[in-house]
């Protein structure tokens, strides 16, 4: 089993930064990749980025190039830089971790408590 813990959610101004964090502990090796997903509130919950093997990245339109997601394999830690952000933005975001495979996700993942982002206009 893999553990996910995220942190780094806040308030924050409008236009202004956060970093958030997703640790990885457990069976890490059954993992070659990992995301950010957001979900508002009464919304579905949507993809942001991802990054896997040989620092492959994806982006969802709505962040591309505000947001910037990277990774430290030897802490097993997954980053989303989020810059000029936007009241949109709000939302709880979650880690994902799993495998892909030709840019496609395997059905077994996982995925962390969440942590809140709040935006104020």
């Known amino acids: 089993q893999v553990q996910l813990v995220e942190s780094g959610g806040g308030l924050v101004q409008a236009g202004g930064s956060l970093r958030l964090s997703c640790a990885a502990s457990?069976?890490?090796?059954?993992?070659?990749?990992m995301g950010w997903y957001r979900q508002a509130p009464g919304k579905q919950r949507m993809f942001v980025a991802s990054?896997?093997?040989?620092?492959?990245?994806h982006y969802a339109d709505f962040v591309m190039g505000r947001f910037t997601i990277s990774r430290d394999n030897a802490k097993n830690t997954v980053y989303l830089q989020m810059n000029s952000l936007k009241p949109e933005d709000t939302a709880v975001y979650f880690c994902?971790?799993?495998?892909?495979?030709?840019?496609?996700?395997?059905?077994?993942?996982?995925w962390g408590q969440g942590t809140q982002v709040t935006v104020s206009s």
């Open positions: 994902r971790a799993g495998r892909k495979y030709a840019g496609i996700w395997s059905p077994d993942d996982y």
């Open positions: 457990g069976n890490i090796f059954s993992i070659n990749a």
């Open positions: 990054v896997a093997d040989g620092n492959t990245t």
